[in-house]
Nanobody
Framework: QVQLAESGGGLVQAGGSLRLSCTAS????????MGWFRQAPGKEREFVAT????????RYKDAVKGRFTISRDNAKNTVYLQMNSLKPEDTADYYC?????????????????????WGQGTQVTVSS
């Protein structure tokens, strides 16, 4: 059974930092693109960041560029999201996702329908 498990969420003051981790079990995603999404209360799930299988290319939502960094350690089957200069509007449940679509592996993907595997989410709350 494939599982993605997120960790690292919590409560932080505006301007603070958090690092989210997502570890896969049940299969390896070393040749697959990974992504982070978030969903705030009453809103749709939205793209945050994606990383290619090699880690050589990344894409970000405009609102987080320069503040968030996605990375991966294929030896550990883990993807990370370093979040700096957090703002109250970053408050949401954060989900990691994996896709086996070939074109995503080399380019990254940013639509929810392109991802087959999802974690349960970790809550991030940024206080003002």
């Amino acid at each position: 059974q494939v599982q993605l498990a997120e960790s690292g969420g919590g409560l932080v003051q505006a301007g603070g930092s958090l690092r989210l981790s997502c570890t896969a079990s049940g299969r390896t995603f070393n040749n697959a693109a990974m992504g982070w999404f978030r969903q705030a209360p009453g809103k749709e799930r939205e793209f945050v960041a994606t990383i290619t299988w090699s880690g050589g290319d990344t894409r970000y939502k405009d609102a987080v560029k320069g503040r968030f960094t996605i990375s991966r350690d294929n030896a550990k089957n883990t993807v990370y999201l370093q979040m700096n200069s957090l703002k109250p509007e970053d408050t949401a449940d954060y989900y990691c996702a994996a896709t086996s679509i070939d074109y995503c592996a080399d380019n990254g993907c940013w639509y929810t329908y392109e991802y087959e595997y999802w974690g349960q989410g970790t809550q991030v709350t940024v206080s003002s």
